[in-house]
C-alpha cells in the first residue's frame, strides 16, 4: 500500500451515495459518475478468476464502455425496458470496503448484497465489487467499476437486469 | 376434448388433443395446459427426451485428451470426456458401485476419476480401473464390463457439435437433423480453423415452461414489439435509420420439427459484414473473412454464411442462433413452469484478436442475462406462464400466423415475420408425444 494519504471517509461516503443512487433508480446521475472513459463490468459466473478476467477474451455478462453505460441507463429509464417495468425494489447494502492508492487513482474493494425484489418474490445477488476512482475537479469519479459476483449461476435470478 | 380428433373433418391432423389444426379457417392452436400440465411434463420426459437426439456439447470443450465437461442432459448428469486416445464419451457420471456422483467439478483435465465413497477408479473412456480392495471380488469380478460406467446408449456428432441419444434405437444424427443439418454446417463453414466455444458460458434459471423459450427464440414477430428499446439503441449506433424496418426474409419447417429464419439485416457481424461503429481499423480485417469464405465456399454459399442471420431450433430444445454472434442455448424442463437454460458463445477458432473482441461486444449488448433483449424475453415468458397459470379465458395460443390452406405442417414456409417454423415444431411435438413418431423405434 502506497503511503500517500486518502480520505477513507470520502471514499466510503462516495461507495454509499452511487449505492443511494442506484436504489432510487437515479440512473441518470449515476452515470454521470463515470469519467469520459469509464467503464462499468459484471464479470461471467462461476470463475474463479473473475477480477482479473478480460473481456475482450471472455464472454462477460456486462462489458460497457462509457457510451452503452449511458445507453443502458437511457434503456431502463424507459417503460419498454420490460424487465424492469414496473421497476424491481433494490436495496444495496456495501460492507468490508478496502482502499488503497495506485498513483493518482483510488482502487477500492467492497462485498455487496442487493436485495431485489419483483413481483413480490425476493432475490439476492452478492459479490465482491472493485472501484478504480479519480479525483476531477475535486470530485471523485468512476473510472472502471466491476462485480464479481459470488454465484454459479443465476439459478434462480435468471438476469441481472439491474445495475449492481 | 375428442371431437378435436375427428379425422373425418379434415379439420385436424394431429395425434393428441393439444394440437388443433382447422385448415379451413387458416388456425393453429396449442392448448395452454401444454405449458403447464404436470402429465405433460411427465410425458415429454418419457417421449420427447427420450426419443430425440439431445445437444451434449461443442469438440471444442475438450482440448486435449483428458478433457472433461460434466453436463446434466435430459434429465442424466453425463461426463463428456475425451480419453486418452482422443476418443470422446458420454458417460453417466454414478459410480457403478453404489451410485455416488464420481464427477463433482464442472470441467477440467483428469487422468482418471476417482469415486470419493469406496475409491472405485475409472478412466475417461469409462473402464473400472480398480476397485481399490485387494479382497472380496473374484478375478473376474468385471470380465464382462458390467462395472464399467454406463455410456449413453448413442452418442454422435455433426461438424464437432456431439449429440446423445437415450433410445439405442435411435435414427442416426445426420437423418434426425434433416434440413437443419445444412444450416448447422452453414455455421461450422464460417472458419476453415472450426469453430471453438468461447470462455464464459452462462446457465440461468427462470419461470415459465421450455417451449416458451423455444417460440420466443424464432419467433421474429416479436422483435420490434418487445424488444423497441433494442432497436432504438441500435438505430443510433448502426445508421440513425429504423432497424426493424429493414428486415427481409423467410422461416420454414426443416424436417423433423427442426425450423429456422433467416433475415437479411445490417447490424454488423464479425464473420463478416462490417458496419462503422466497429471502426476503420476492422475494415480489412473483415474483408480478408469475407474474401477468404468467397474463396473456400463460392460466392453465393459466402454471401448467405457472411450475410445473412438465422435463428434455428434443433428440436426439440437447441437453439443456435447466427446473428450479431453465435449463440447455442439448450433449455431444459425441470418443473412444468420452470427451466434451466445454458447458453454458449462460439466463434473460430482462429479468430482475430480485435474481431473476437467486437464478437463479444455485439454479442453482450443483446443476448445474455443482462443484455439489451434477453431479460425481456424472460419477462415475455414469465408473463406468459403466469397468464397460462392463473386464469387467462382462452385457453389456448394461436400460432396461425402466415399459415396457409395447402401447407406440408413439417416443412411450412413462410415470411420470416410468420410462424412457420413454431408450427413444424408443434406438429412433431405432437407427434413424439403421441408415438407417431418413435424417430427409429421405441427401446424402453
Redesign the interface.
Known sequence: MSASPFDREAVEDFLYAEAELLDAWRLEQWQALFTDDGRYE?A????TDAET?D?????????DDRT?IA??C??LM?K?????YPRSRTRHVVANIRIERAQDDILTSANFIIYRVR?EEVMRYMGRVLHRLRSVDGALRIVSKRACLDL??????????IIL | MATLLDPQADRTETHTPHVAVDRDRLRFRVDRRAYSDRDIFLRERDTIFRRCWLYLGHGSELPAPGSFVARSVGGHDLIFTRDRGGEVHALFNACSHRGSTICRE?AGKARVFTCPYHGWVFGLDGRLKDTTAKAGYRADFNDDRLYDLVAAPRLESFRDFWFVNFNPAAIPLVDYLAGAGDYLAMIADQSAAGLEV??????????GNWKLLVENSYDAYHGPS?H???F??LD?RVSGTNMAATQTGFGKGLGNGHGAFEIALVTGRPVAQWIPAFGEDAKPKIAAVHAELVARLGAARAERVAERQRNMIIFPNLVVNDNLAISVRSVWPTAPDRM?VRVW?LGPADED?ML??IR??N???FV???G?A???D???F?LCQRGNDHGAPGRWSDISKGMTRDEDLLHAEGDFMDEAQMRSWWTQWDRVMAGADTLGGVAG
Open positions: 459484471v461471467p459466473v462461476g470463475m478476467l473481456p475482450s477474451r471472455v464472454l462477460f455478462l456486462v462489458a452503452r445507453q443502458r437511457i434503456r424507459k419498454s425496458a420490460h424487465a424492469e413481483r454459479e449461476s443465476l439459478k434462480p435470478q435468471g438476469t441481472v437486469s | 464442472p468461447i470462455e464464459g458460458s452462462q446457465a440461468f434459471s427462470c419461470y418487445l423497441s428499446s433494442y432504438e439503441f443510433n434451466d458463445a484478436a473476437r473482441r463479444l461486444d454479442y453482450l449488448t445474455g442475462p443482462a439489451f434477453t431479460p425481456d424472460i419477462e415475455a414469465e
